[in-house]
């Protein structure tokens, strides 16, 4: 059977849901060829953590790495697809015990934040807890991704997940689209782009199906 490619990165419009207080994405022409123009222009006004995107290190800590200097090794890969029921709180290992979460080393986790329409922040959402953290650092696993829009609270001031991801060099996506990947295994390339000093980067993330 021919590998199928799923994309799981939202569409980024003007309704797309961001941040609370954070800049909403906006997509102004400058120049049309209707208009006269030579060519069609348009300029982006966003945040680097609009939609479905990458975190670097430097985003939570100033001693962390910058978006440029991350490895591209850790985006492009085998990556499994898990399914967690807890609607909100800390995320914990039994909360994955169903799954082998050594089968991958980049594991993408669907919640029930993927109910939320992309125009809705959601009011609540799991995210891992320093616990998970370790012990995912333990099955090998170095990328986290989530369709919930952060790895804590979102009134969260210390950012205990974040910190624990870094820890154990656990890197970050957030905000992915994981309605059309069903549980399993698949190639996964989702790479930010190379901002120097960049806290973060939206992405386009796929997956390809391996049979």
């Keep these: 059977m021919?590998?199928?490619i799923i994309d799981i990165s939202r569409m980024l419009t003007a309704d797309v849901a961001v941040w609370p207080g954070d800049a909403p994405f906006e997509m102004r022409t400058m120049m049309t060829l209707q208009d006269g123009g030579t060519v069609n222009v348009t300029r982006l006004n966003l945040s680097a953590h609009t939609g479905t995107h990458a975190d670097a290190p430097y985003h939570f800590h100033d001693d962390g790495r910058t978006l440029e200097k991350m490895d591209l090794d850790i985006y492009w890969g085998l990556a499994?697809?898990?399914t967690v029921g807890r609607p909100g709180g800390g995320l914990v290992p039994v909360d994955f015990e169903s799954y082998d979460l050594a089968a991958a080393p980049r594991l993408l986790v669907r919640?029930?934040?993927?109910s939320y329409p992309v125009s809705q922040f959601p009011?609540?959402?799991p995210y891992p807890s320093?616990?998970?953290a370790a012990f995912l650092g333990e099955q090998g696993v170095f990328l986290y991704g989530t369709d919930a829009p952060s790895m804590d609270h979102v009134n969260s001031k210390t950012l205990p997940g974040h910190h624990a991801m870094l820890?154990?060099?656990?890197?970050i996506l957030e905000g992915?689209?994981?309605?059309?990947?069903?549980d399993g295994l698949y190639e996964l390339v989702a790479f930010p782009l190379k901002i120097a000093g960049g806290d973060g980067s939206p992405i386009r993330?796929?997956?390809?199906?391996?049979?």
Excluded: G, H, M
């Design 2 to 4: 021919k590998s199928q």
């Design 80 to 82: 499994q697809v898990v």
């Design 111 to 114: 919640t029930p934040a993927a």
């Design 123 to 125: 009011t609540d959402y």
């Design 176 to 182: 992915l689209d994981l309605r059309q990947a069903p």
């Design 130 to 132: 320093p616990e998970l």
């Design 205 to 211: 993330a796929v997956l390809r199906t391996l049979s």
């Design 167 to 171: 820890r154990n060099e656990i890197a």
